[in-house]
């Protein structure tokens, strides 16, 4: 499978001040697959340790940072002779070494010449307790779910991409059909990696969603393994929220919803906790759209995204054919299925999503986002019914911008606003 962070990988590797490079993103996103599927395609060796599972890096690091000494060690637990551009170190897990992170620094300012990268799945919560992290010293990428495009290159699907690449109107609204269909399978099976790999091989659906439920049981065992007991309680409450949260027609996030008479100063930690981890987005609401965003931020209202679509869709228990034959994915469930989509896209193309309402009247954008000097308010409609007041209103107050709307319609230019179909979502974030 080809993934969109391997041409960033290139760069870094490319780059005369490269640093050492932290890899973050949830579990199972596919962190390990590709920092060794780099190293098998671009380095003579690879050196790769998992540090949850080798012991021996605890007492490799306990002493000192002698970076010839642990340089030596690395050779010893690996087996590999360690040659500086020609060989790509991979410390995987590293948040399960106390002293791993710290590392990075010497590499950085020791041994520059030698080519790491480090990833963990955790290290968001593990940063966020304190824990020294060589600031300036690292690189940093993230690593999410497969977005849509990913998904449709998975599949074997590459002419395709390439017709939604030519923005070709035309040509993408005489296959909107098959786009449509492969849509539909992206809502069921999701980026998760293996879940895609499975679905491509095998089209086993049963199998695709117990993929799912694993790496749920996973984030699980988590929250139970890194949080205390009381904490693991309200995680857990505020994940089993979600789909409860989004099916509603305003998708504000309300305490209320996780038990009666819950309050912020109860779950705001689990929510920050389920965030570090990478397992939710959250998604602020803006009280003004004016640049920069930043500045017009209210963090007392917000939304609360699951990573993956296609995990949601697991954990709200639809039935497949659902997703992969009725209608009902596309005119029911409040458009919840419809916004994760564009929200797991957004993300991906590492732009910040906000979203907006009023405090006066019932009406609200469903994301905005700031694209290099322009700010696009965008309406989510999960079918072709795309009557859109509220945005339609929100220009009327402020001119100066243009809407987008991502429906089941095909490409139209309003003046006012664009309607993008949903499958080419791509071409306007």
């Known amino acids: 499978m080809k993934r969109e962070i391997y041409e960033e990988l290139l760069?870094?590797?490319?780059?005369?001040?490269?640093?050492?490079?932290?890899?973050?993103?949830?579990?199972?996103?596919?962190?390990t697959w590709i920092m060794r599927e780099f190293g098998r395609n671009e380095y003579d060796d690879v050196v790769y340790i998992n540090c949850d599972n080798e012991k021996r890096m605890e007492t490799l690091l306990s002493d000192d940072y002698n970076i010839d000494r642990i340089l030596l060690g690395l050779q010893a637990i690996s087996g590999i002779n360690i040659k500086s551009d020609k060989t790509l170190i991979i410390l995987d897990e590293i948040q399960e070494v106390p002293r791993g992170l710290h590392l990075l620094k010497y590499f950085y300012e020791e041994a520059p010449e030698y080519h790491i990268m480090v990833a963990g799945s955790l290290l968001g919560i593990i940063l966020n307790r304190g824990v020294s992290f060589p600031v300036g010293k690292v690189d940093i990428m993230e690593l999410h779910p497969m977005n849509f495009n990913e998904f449709l290159e998975a599949m074997g699907q590459e002419q395709l991409l390439k017709v939604l690449d030519s923005n070709d109107w035309k040509l993408i609204d005489i296959l909107s059909s098959k786009y449509i269909e492969l849509l539909r399978q992206y809502y069921f099976v999701g980026g998760m990696p293996e879940a895609v790999l499975s679905y491509s091989n095998s089209k086993d659906i049963a199998q695709v969603r117990d993929i799912q439920s694993n790496i749920l049981k996973a984030y699980r065992n988590d929250i139970s393994k890194h949080a205390t007991k009381s904490e693991s309680i309200k995680i857990g409450q505020v994940l089993d929220s979600l789909p409860s949260q989004l099916s509603k027609e305003n998708k504000k996030f309300i305490y209320g919803v996780i038990k009666s008479g819950a309050r912020a100063s109860e779950f705001e930690l689990a929510i920050q906790w389920l965030i570090d981890a990478g397992i939710i987005h959250?998604?602020?609401?803006?009280?003004?759209?004016?640049?920069?965003?930043?500045?017009?931020?209210?963090?007392?209202?917000?939304?609360?995204?699951?990573?993956?679509?296609?995990?949601?869709?697991?954990?709200?228990?639809?039935?497949?054919?659902?997703?992969?034959?009725?209608?009902?994915?596309?005119?029911?469930?409040?458009?919840?299925?419809?916004?994760?989509?564009?929200?797991?896209?957004?993300?991906?193309?590492?732009?910040?999503?906000?979203?907006?309402?009023?405090?006066?009247?019932?009406?609200?954008?469903?994301?905005?986002?700031?694209?290099?000097?322009?700010?696009?308010?965008?309406?989510?409609?999960?079918?072709?019914?795309?009557?859109?007041?509220?945005?339609?209103?929100?220009?009327?107050?402020?001119?100066?911008?243009?809407?987008?709307?991502?429906?089941?319609?095909?490409?139209?230019?309003?003046?006012?606003?664009?309607?993008?179909?949903?499958?080419?979502?791509?071409?306007?974030?």
């Open 11 to 31: 760069r870094w590797k490319n780059n005369l001040n490269r640093k050492p490079l932290v890899i973050t993103g949830a579990r199972q996103v596919g962190k």
């Open 282 to 429: 959250k998604v602020n609401r803006i009280k003004e759209a004016r640049m920069p965003l930043k500045f017009y931020e209210d963090i007392s209202a917000f939304k609360l995204f699951l990573l993956d679509l296609g995990l949601f869709a697991c954990m709200c228990e639809v039935p497949a054919s659902e997703i992969l034959i009725g209608n009902n994915i596309f005119i029911e469930y409040k458009g919840a299925f419809a916004e994760q989509y564009v929200l797991q896209q957004i993300i991906s193309r590492k732009v910040k999503p906000y979203y907006w309402s009023s405090e006066k009247t019932p009406s609200e954008i469903d994301f905005v986002i700031q694209r290099d000097d322009k700010i696009v308010p965008i309406e989510v409609k999960a079918e072709v019914n795309v009557k859109a007041r509220s945005l339609r209103q929100f220009i009327t107050n402020n001119p100066d911008l243009k809407g987008v709307r991502y429906s089941m319609l095909g490409y139209i230019d309003q003046g006012w606003v664009e309607n993008v179909p949903l499958y080419a979502i791509d071409s306007y974030i």
